[in-house]
């Protein structure tokens, strides 16, 4: 595996994945920490990365959302199963701009953007009609007009203390290389130094 840029490299490795995953190839594993440190792990859809970091959205008020905002420390793991890869990310978390977060929810589908208004995440519910019933009640608060973003709801961004993309070879030599910086969360992070680990 040529050493390059990581993003750059990991876009390659996404864009293949698009042509072999059968079900979305942006899936990845979130894992996070509450403010105990216990772990809590659930797969979420990658829906952007930039120089900075890989970005997701997901509602404050959930389980996840308020680990992230406890500790705001997380990692991804990208598994590729027909490709056989893997890419794992690691670092700090920080909060997309609202005008990040307005742009991709506008993007969404109407039903979606209902959706998000209607569903009060990881809370307990008696049945599936409990939700329809939300559902139906912001349909019709909404009418035809515009569907604003909830104030719950936004994006994060990991940004990346260490990526390590893995590729698998035969007889279990597998083939690891690790991207890592010292300081992520700055205005112009450290340059990236890359190792080869043993498989």
Known sequence: ???????????????????????????????????????????VLLKGTDPRGFVFYTNTESRKGEQLLANRNAALCFHWKTLRRQVRVEGAVEQVSDAEADAYYNSRPRESRIGAWASQQSRPLEGRWELEKRVAQF?????????????????????????????????????????????????????????????
């Open 139 to 199: 349909a019709a608060k909404f009418g035809l007009g515009d569907v604003p973003r909830p104030p719950h709801w936004t994006g994060f961004r990991v940004l990346p203390r260490r990526i390590e993309f893995w590729q698998d070879r035969p007889f279990r030599l597998h083939e690891r290389t690790l991207y890592l910086r010292a300081n992520a969360e700055g205005a112009e992070p450290a340059a990236w130094t890359t190792e080869h680990l043993y498989p």
């Open 1 to 43: 595996m040529a050493e390059r840029d990581p993003y750059e490299l990991f876009q390659d490795w996404l864009a293949e994945a698009g042509t072999s995953e059968p079900n979305d190839p942006n899936a990845m594993a979130l894992a996070t920490a509450d403010a105990d440190g216990l772990p809590s792990v659930r797969m």
